[in-house]
């Protein structure tokens, strides 16, 4: 069970980052 978690974590992570990422992408498009 505490692997899965570690597995979700990292993926929630690696979500924010492709949010953030997403995020400055629109950014630097709008201007």
Same mark, same amino acid.
């Given at each position: 069970a505490g692997q899965n978690? &570690?597995?979700i974590?990292?993926?929630i992570i690696s979500d $924010?980052?492709?949010l953030? #990422? &997403?995020q400055? #992408?629109?950014r630097? $498009?709008?201007k």
């Open positions: 978690v &570690l597995d974590r990292a993926g $924010q980052e492709k953030k #990422y &997403l400055e #992408y629109i630097t $498009q709008c």
